[in-house]
């Protein structure tokens, strides 16, 4: 990801502020917990805000664990995942929309997001692949491709209004 250094404090502003706004415990901790439930509960939340917060959760994973990685995530309540790919195509990230859906289609399950032993054992078959050639390598490198972070970026920035009164 090569953003310019203002791009990279807009969304280090963001962050910072789905981390005090969401993740905080009754003491004010962060919490990893709190802010994935803050996640699931995303379509609740004000937008432009939900999309960002989801955006930044979603990719987040991704970037540290590939798609198998965000396919294993268990969020609370578990909400569908059209949530992420909708939130996706909302900031222009359509691409990392398309493989998400391709990686939930290729999953095989009526209800993907309420399965998570079933999708742990389909994803087995992935992680015993060292070639690399598997379906969800490709599709991974196509999020990698499609610059989500520049367009979330771009997404604040034509939002700014919302978020200069939040920072």
């Not at 999309?51 to 294993?72: H, K, M, P, W, Y």
């Not at 969020?75 to 900031?91: A, E, G, M, N, Q």
């Not at 939002?159 to 920072?167: A, L, M, R």
């Given at each position: ?73 268990d ?20 691409a990392?929309?398309?493989a ?58 034509d ?9």
């Open positions: 990801m090569d953003l310019s250094r203002s791009d990279d404090l807009i969304l280090d502003a963001a962050w910072r502020m789905s981390l005090n706004k969401l993740a905080r415990d009754a003491k004010g901790r962060f919490s990893e917990s709190r802010l994935a439930e803050e996640v699931s509960d995303a379509a609740n939340t004000n937008e432009p805000y939900s999309t960002v917060l989801i955006v930044l959760s979603a990719q987040g994973i991704i970037d540290n664990g590939g798609l198998c990685a965000f396919l294993e995530s969020w609370p309540h578990s909400p569908p995942y059209d949530l992420f790919t909708v939130r996706c195509r909302k900031i222009g990230a359509t990392s929309a398309q998400i859906t391709s990686a939930i289609d290729w999953l095989g399950l009526e209800e993907p997001h309420l399965e998570q032993a079933k999708r742990d054992a389909l994803l087995d078959d992935f992680r015993d692949d060292e070639t690399g050639t598997h379906l969800l390598h490709k599709l991974g490198a196509s999020i990698y491709d499609d610059d989500v972070w520049q367009k979330l970026v771009d997404f604040i920035k939002n700014s209004d919302y978020f200069d009164q939040q920072i």
